[in-house]
T-cell receptor, first 115, second 114 residues
């Protein structure tokens, strides 16, 4: 158990809908990363937040957005869902940006199925 | 743009045999990470390699890093069925502490047959 929690574990929804995935980092970790894992795209970095602020963006669609709250938990919002958004979404956390080697600890993931 | 390639993509091994997974990356990096993923599960950290020539071993797995060649290897010694999983290497896509977003390789699916 990495100490990172994600809810829900599974989510089944229809095309066009909107969902919110939640992540609680390890106690004391300031950084939260979101990754998407799908068969055709592999494991892709989506977005990073550090202490409430967006730090880096990857291949994140405009229909997707995220935020990190004052208690450091993070939410990933996916809207206007398409079949191709079906994937496993991971959250990872790491300590301060000064904590070399910046190791990331992954949550159990949320499996999203869009029908 | 940083690219990370692994080969092979799929590896079927017999128990007791040795094999190596290769990870190449396209731009300079001072560190590299190896993860293991069981089907439908999360990523488990195996190794963090921090410098040129770094070698780390845990049980039947040994990882090494050659930053000049931009190559890391994951060597499996005397494979056992419990090692069956997908193995990923990952390289930081940002500089220093600004961001440590990880760029992952394609993964190597290892199947160890009895």
């Amino acid at each position: 158990d990495s100490g990172v929690t994600q809810t829900p574990k599974h989510l089944i929804t229809a095309t066009g809908q909107r969902v919110t995935l939640r992540c609680s980092p390890r106690s004391g970790d300031l950084s939260v990363y979101w990754y998407q894992q799908s068969l055709d795209q592999g494991l892709q970095f989506l977005i990073q937040y550090y202490n409430g602020e967006e730090r880096a963006k990857g291949n994140i669609l405009e229909r997707f957005s995220a935020q990190q709250f004052p208690d450091l938990h993070s939410e990933l919002n996916l809207s206007s869902l398409e079949l191709g958004d079906s994937a496993l979404y991971f959250c990872a956390s790491s300590p301060s940006l000064k904590a070399f080697p910046y190791e990331q600890y992954f949550g159990p993931g949320t499996r999203l199925t869009v029908t | 743009e940083l690219k990370v390639e692994q080969n092979p993509l799929f590896l079927s091994m017999q128990e007791g045999k040795n094999y190596t997974i290769y990870c190449n990356y396209s731009t300079t990096s001072d560190r590299l990470y190896w993860y293991r993923q069981d089907p439908g599960k999360s990523l488990e950290s195996l190794f963090v390699l921090l410098s040129n020539g770094a070698v780390k071993q845990e049980g039947r797995l040994m990882a090494s890093l050659d930053t000049k060649a931009r190559l890391s290897t994951l060597h499996i010694t005397a494979a056992v069925h419990d090692l069956s999983a997908t193995y990923f290497c990952a390289v930081p896509g940002g500089y220093g502490g600004a961001t440590n977003k990880l760029i992952f390789g394609t993964g190597t699916l290892l199947a160890v047959q009895p």
